[in-house]
C-alpha cells in the first residue's frame, strides 16, 4: 500500500506564474488536508477536501489560491500568479474518514524566483 | 484562539534521554500528537495520545499530558543519532475533523 503520493517534489516557478501541485492520497481514503510549511515555521492548515467537496477552506489565502479533489484522479493545489512570498514546502495529508490519523505526504518544495 | 508553542532547539547526547516539550491553549483538544520531520521529508506520526489520558508509552517513547497545565512533553529514552529530527507537537478539537494545529516545531540534534 504506497504512502501519500506528492508531485512534484521541487517546483521552481517564476513570479507571475501558476504552480499546480498534485497529492494521491493513500489508497482507500477519501479524505485530504493541504497544509503549508513556511521557512522556520510549523505547518499550517489550508483546506480541507472529500471527493468532490470542499469541506473546510477557512486556512486558503481568499484569491489565487484554489484547490479540488475531483471524482477521478489526485487532489489538485492550484496557485495562480505566484509572488515570492508562496515560496514554501506544501504538505499533503490523508485519512480514511473524518477523525482518523493522518498520513502526511513528502511534501513539494515550491520556490518562487 | 488556537496556539502551540515549543522550544526551537535541544541537544543531547547519544544514549541520554530527550524530553521535548509543549504548551497549547486550547482546552478543547480531543487528539494530541508527535510528528517527526528528517531533512527533506514528510511528517512521520510518531505517536498520538488522547485528551483524557495523562501517559502513553510505546517502546522508546513516553507521551505525558498535563491538562490542567496544558503542558505535553515527549521522551525518548536512550537518544541515538537517528533521532535527529525536528518534532512537532499538534492538536485537534471537537468538531475539527483532522484539522490539526501545529507548533513550530523543536530541532533535537544528537552528538556522539
Known amino acids: 500500500n504506497a504512502g501519500v503520493m506528492q508531485n512534484p517534489r521541487h517546483l521552481v516557478r517564476r513570479r507571475g506564474q501558476e504552480a499546480r501541485l498534485r497529492c494521491s492520497p493513500m489508497?482507500?481514503?477519501?479524505?485530504v488536508y493541504w497544509y503549508r510549511q513556511l521557512p522556520e515555521e510549523g505547518l499550517k492548515f489550508m483546506v480541507y477536501?472529500?471527493?468532490?467537496?470542499?469541506?473546510?477552506e477557512s486556512g486558503m489565502p481568499k484569491e489565487r489560491f484554489s484547490a479540488e479533489f475531483p471524482k477521478e484522479g489526485p487532489s489538485i493545489l492550484r496557485i495562480q500568479q505566484v509572488v515570492r512570498g508562496d515560496s514554501a514546502a506544501y504538505f499533503c495529508?490523508?485519512?480514511?474518514?473524518?477523525?482518523?490519523?493522518?498520513?502526511f505526504g513528502s511534501g513539494t518544495q515550491l520556490s518562487v524566483l | 484562539g488556537e496556539d502551540v508553542e515549543q522550544s526551537l532547539f535541544l541537544s543531547v547526547r547519544e544514549g541520554d534521554s530527550s524530553v521535548i516539550n509543549c504548551t497549547y491553549t486550547?482546552?478543547?483538544?480531543?487528539?494530541l500528537y508527535w510528528y517527526k520531520q528528517e531533512p527533506g521529508a514528510g511528517l512521520q506520526l510518531l505517536t498520538y495520545?488522547?485528551?483524557?489520558?495523562d501517559m502513553k508509552q510505546d517502546q522508546r517513547l513516553t507521551v505525558l499530558l498535563n491538562k490542567k497545565d496544558k503542558h505535553l512533553s515527549l521522551r525518548i529514552a536512550d537518544t541515538q543519532t537517528g533521532d535527529s529530527a525536528i518534532y512537532f507537537c499538534?492538536?485537534?478539537?471537537?468538531?475539527?475533523?483532522?484539522?490539526?494545529?501545529f507548533g513550530t516545531g523543536t530541532q533535537l540534534k544528537v552528538e556522539l
Open positions: 495529508a490523508s485519512s480514511p474518514d473524518r477523525g482518523e490519523k493522518l498520513f
Open positions: 489508497k482507500g481514503h477519501s479524505h
Open positions: 477536501l472529500q471527493k468532490e467537496n470542499i469541506i473546510d
Open positions: 486550547d482546552s478543547s483538544s480531543t487528539y
Open positions: 495520545i488522547f485528551s483524557n489520558m
Open positions: 499538534a492538536e485537534s478539537f471537537t468538531g475539527g475533523g483532522n484539522k490539526l494545529t
